[in-house]
């Protein structure tokens, strides 16, 4: 080591706000936190399935309320809102990912020999499972659209069959609902996916308002608290169904 | 407490130099006193190895009471060893038990190459000290102390945040190993006190360049560098870099430009 | 060789003024032809670099150090003096002056006091500005503190981390420049050799500690910041890497070393457990602002739990002999005194060498937490150190070598007897006489480098003609190279037995045992004997693995460890030759009836400057009177 290099980024670099390595954590943050907003509208919307129990009782055809939810969400903008919709959250899973690849490969090349004993204190599971839990949740997200959306007939069974119309028509949401959680294995996942997913936001809810620099140690407890609440809320809500249907609670 | 002697087994990762792949060697430490630092303990091994002809373990150490930030290594896979709040030099034999393996490895990071054994070279640091860690007030240039009154809670918080050593354990304990505690520990300080008000936004953007051509990696809040701390330097700072980063980016202005109007 | 302190003419307090106006001025535009190198990068170092390079000059650096950050005024706890009076109670410039001159037992120069004093107050607004996070009242004003030697509060303070945080304001400082490429910054770097051309220092030999390169370095003046020699002791409060090589080694080239007997023992460190001991760790002088010491009474005492001795049987000893300034009398009274007292077999712990430093009256008056805001990071370093609570049991403290006020000889200007040579901080012997007091350390280090060196190195550059740096082809910069290369070759040729630290151990015991805390003539001309013994020893039997072309820390210690082994020589000579008692410098023969130091003003008044003849010669002695006019010469009393 003769003179000490001084080579300074500041002077021989041209800095890119979003593409540093903070920049892309806010925008994961960021992406992540609209991903939580749209998840916990997804939850939301969903819950109109346990309006047909009430339907049921007064005599409506069950499942009406879900159905109109859902061609609402279709019909909206003229049909164009909901491919609106679509295309920023595809925006937003680009990203995500872009961010978290990069970001990922940039940490693993930053120690590019281990150590031979490694003793971790702090971390919590979420915060380690996090690229785990995101691999699985993406495999997830594939599979829920082929399963749901697209109605990909490998995916279910005969007897209950998931039946989408490509051409825009009327589609039966709530039965399909229903039929998708019929088969056990499909509940199984979706429930394991959950559970993945509330450790996710778990770590990730706290971890946006870290990035954000929203911490401050007064609300340090409260920032957990509020993470923990709302990851229970979605996890538990979410569940709540595949077993609502396994238990015959949720039918047609 | 009452003196006890200890015989151990050590691990230790012996590197000729930069270019040398490295390996374990295994070493015995016997008659070990508990009232003995860490680095003293390794100072017998030491000894022991010359009287052998062998080279003695190469290690940064300097002040031996907890202040310069030069010692460091990895104990039992912590950085620093055991105990809380402490440094290598401070950490003290009563905290192993007789016949206990103890594991030593140098700070792990593509920024921190390895010398030799357990010295690494740490000067990513200092190009991010020199790219912005400081105030710009040349020497005869200040006002009187006491004309700027400052919130005893800032002063605090930024002598909080000013206790970092720079020892570089926060990076070796990182499983990304990012730099941002220690970063953030001197945006934080600066960013506190009023004198530190007028490069603050510059200050955050030039040392997270510097910090990205560096090849640290990125924070995940994983807040294993809080754990390890020798000097308690909180994950809170790392909050606050992150607001006046973001702050930055939204107000930053490329140098020279006229402030408008003029 | 001649002795001229270059001393201003005028009333002490217009002299700085009068001379700054006097010296000579670079051109703006002339600064950048000249180059300045700054060797060592602790407060002196560090801010003179910072200035030098603010100034417009080319400033390279070089540390031993992986970064500057790292240099041992980082260890400084307590605090720094200034004469602000902020706090209303007396304090003036003139009071620090004669409270400094006085605690150094007047064997220091009044106008470099005076001084220092006067440039106090600008390092503090200096480090405000730099972002230091001194001590704050409620209002948002400094708060201050008392210290030993003093009875102003007059010590600003960051936590128990003082030393950190004004080196860290330094270092940045530097790290800006180093940044902007006014500085070049070489850490793992050490000094071997000065080059001196026609009798001017020109340049230095480093050896690069990583790849083990031995270069020369030319420039237009040097500045030496290297600390100070106290770990020729072996046991010292010091980093185990400072050392005495740069100022030996100016030293063996022409530089006068002045009063090398004057060591400062400070009183409160953790004592020694076992010969495993690499060094000692000093706990800060503030806490004698409310921890009280004590002894027992009687001997049989000395074994019972401190908690067991009711406080009739408890010898409070400061505050019995020192009324008006008890636990707070000036380090070198503090530290004599525990001597005493453990020589009367009164001292605690299991070696009997040590005294306790009690908080209980303090957490009673106090509360834990009060007590804990104040100095909770010292009662916890005390506890990682020691396995003890000092909340529940007294701390045990015993005296270590702390400090050294001697140092290379330099005039008003700091220039030593090599011109172009300048000597910064603890390297140099100008401030602080035969004792030092508390919290005027990092004073002296921040003054010296930021407000006198960037002045008069400035005044002596624009004597030299510009652009005028001789290079590295030149005999007497090859010569140097030579004899680094050669130094290092032979250290690594013995191929004995015995390795550098069983060396440095032993000049150690010699030291502390016959040139510490009391020295008589009869120990010192032991000494004088046993030094060359185990110096002749070293360069027959000593061991050092490896080689000199790689990092070798056993090569760099025993290189330290040479020059230790002939330094320490000229101390116990220098001490011998003190025919008194004076500061931290207390000969046996020389004391009161009550065991007080007894001053020679007739014959002592004077700096010892020695001066090198030769490996193997005695070196000569030289004399600068000192002349009191501001301060009268009394006997010291603190009781």
Redesign the interface.
Known sequence: ????D?T?ARDTKKFCFLTSSVGRKLIMAITGFAFIGFITGHMIGNLTAYLSIVERATGKIPGTAMNEYAHFLKDVGHGYGIWGVRAGLLGLVLLHGWAALTTTLDSWAARPKGYRKYDRKSATWASRLMRCTAIFLALFVIYHLLHLTVGLPYLHCAENPIVVDATGGSVDVFRNFVNGFKDPLASGIYIVANLCLGLHIWHGIWSFSQTLGLSHPRYDKLRRYVATLWAMAIVGVNISFPIAVQLNILWY | ?S?QILNLTLQVWRQ??AQDKGRFETYQANNI?T???F??ML??VN?D???K????I?M???????????CGMVINGRPHGP?E??TTC???M?SFKDGDTITIEPFRARAFPV??DL?V???A???I???G??????????????A?????TC??L??DA??C??CGACVAACPNASAMLFLSAKVS??GL?P??QPERLTRVRDMIAQLDAEHFGTCTNFAECEAVCPKSVKLEHIARMNRDFFKSGILHRPPHTSAGGV | MELKSNIPDGQIDKKWDKHKFDMRLVNPANKRKYKVIVVGSGLAGA?AA??MA?LGYRVECFCY???P????S??AQGGVNAA?N?HNDGDSIFRLFYDTVKGGDFRAREANVYRLAQVSN?I????????V??????????DNRSFGGAQVSRTFY??G?TG??LL?GA???L??Q??L?TV?????HEMQELIVIDGVAKGIVVR?M??G?ITAQMADAILLATGGYGNVMYLA?Y???CNGTAAWRAYKKGAAFANPCFTQIHPTCIPV??D????L??MSESLRNDGRIWVPLQKDDCKKAPGDIPESDRDYYLERKYPSFGNLAPRDISSRAAKQVCDDGRGVGSTGLGVYLDFADAINRLGASKVDEKYGNLF??YE?????DPYKVPMRIFPATHYTMGGLWVDYNLMSTIPGLFVLGEANFSDHGANRLGASALMQGLADG??VA?YTVGNYLAGIKPNSTPSTDTHEAKDAVRTANDRISQLLGING?E?P??FHRNLGKIMWEYCGMARNEAGLKKALSLIPELRARFWENL?I??TGS??N??LEMAGRISDFLELSELMCLDALERRESCGGHFREEWQTDEGEAQRDDTNFCHVAAWEFTGLGNRPNRHVEPLHFENVHLATRSYK
């Open positions: 080591m003769p003179v000490l001084m300074l | 407490m003196e000729k130099d006193s009232e003995m630092s680095l003293e100072d017998v000894e190895l010359i009287h002809g062998l080279e003695p190469t940064d150490h300097d002040c031996r009471e907890g202040i310069c930030g030069t105990r709040r402490t401070q950490l003290h009563r010398i030799k010295m070279d740490r000067s640091f200092e190009r000290i020199a790219a860690g400081y105030i710009s007030a040349p020497t005869g240039s200040a006002q009187d102390a006491n700027l009154p400052i919130p005893k002063a605090d930024a002598m000013a206790a050593i720079g300080q600066l006190l004198q530190g | 801010s910072a200035s603010e150090q992986d970064s950050r790292r240099a041992h980082i260890a602000k902020y600008d503090i607004d200096q480090c405000v500005a730099q972002g996070p001194f001590a704050r009242e409620y209002g948002g004003l400094l960051a936590r981390q950190q945080q860290l270092y940045q400082a790290a800006r180093v940044g490429g070049k910054m070489y850490p793992r690069d990583v790849t390169e409060t980093a185990k890497g457990t076992g495993h001991q690499s060094k760790t000093l916890e370093m990682r150190i020691t396995g003890e930021y407000f960037p037995k390795t630290t069983e061991r693995p490896g790689e990092v820390q056993s």
